[in-house]
């Protein structure tokens, strides 16, 4: 029987249908316009709202500078990550050769991601949610497209959803392998700077896209959704 979920973010959620479970999403776009926010964000909002645990694979932060980053925009990870419902798993020290205090760490290849979410899934238990930030670091290892094809068909097999963040550069490689794809960009409409969340499209789900959706970035809530979208 498929599973659903939600994206957490209820003025997108209203407007489409339920996501099945395993769904992949990649999104992306240049620096500044929310990106890893967006990622917390669904993390944070899945276990509030739907008690799905969730994992954020740190490729480009350390974990405690996103803990400080979610807690300036209303995100206490600290309750969440206690109750092991919310983890950071520190993929950015390996990368730079540092040494890490984290419960999880990891390399940044296809194969240690995948090992180290079968360690957590064998210690804690089920994961709803995964986001991966950014995906790119991993593609430009090799830009080998099947080693990440890999992820997308394990988080499928595994229903887990999941974020692949994209730099804007990779997303034409990319975008193809996920059934969703998510543009997040800052427009001039009207010669005004505007962040606009353009849902480009949702293999497998009756919906018409693209969706529009103006948005704007607020300390306290984080991603949120100024009007109903247009269709275009």
Known sequence: MEEYSKIGISEIDDVIPLIPKGYS????????????IFGLQFLYD????FDERGVYFALKDFPNNLRQKALSLGFDLSKLEKDNMLILVDCFSQYVTMMSSE????????????????IIIEKIG???RIVIDPVSIMFAENKDIKEISK???????LKI??????????????????????????????????YLLIIKKLEGIRQRTP???????????GIHILKMPNNI
Do not use: W
């Open 25 to 36: 999403f990649l999104v992306y776009g240049p620096p500044g316009v929310g990106k890893t």
């Open 46 to 49: 899945g276990v509030k709202k």
């Open 103 to 118: 419960k999880f760490t990891s390399d940044i290849s296809v194969n240690g991601i995948l090992r180290t979410l079968k």
């Open 126 to 128: 089920k994961v709803d």
């Open 151 to 157: 992820l997308v068909a394990m988080f499928d097999h």
């Open 161 to 194: 959803t999941n974020f692949l963040i994209s730099m804007e550069e990779d997303a034409k490689m990319l975008g193809y392998l996920c059934p969703g794809l998510i543009e997040m960009n800052l427009k001039n409409q009207s010669n005004q700077p505007t």
């Open 211 to 221: 969706l529009h959706f103006p948005y704007k970035i607020v300390r306290g809530r």
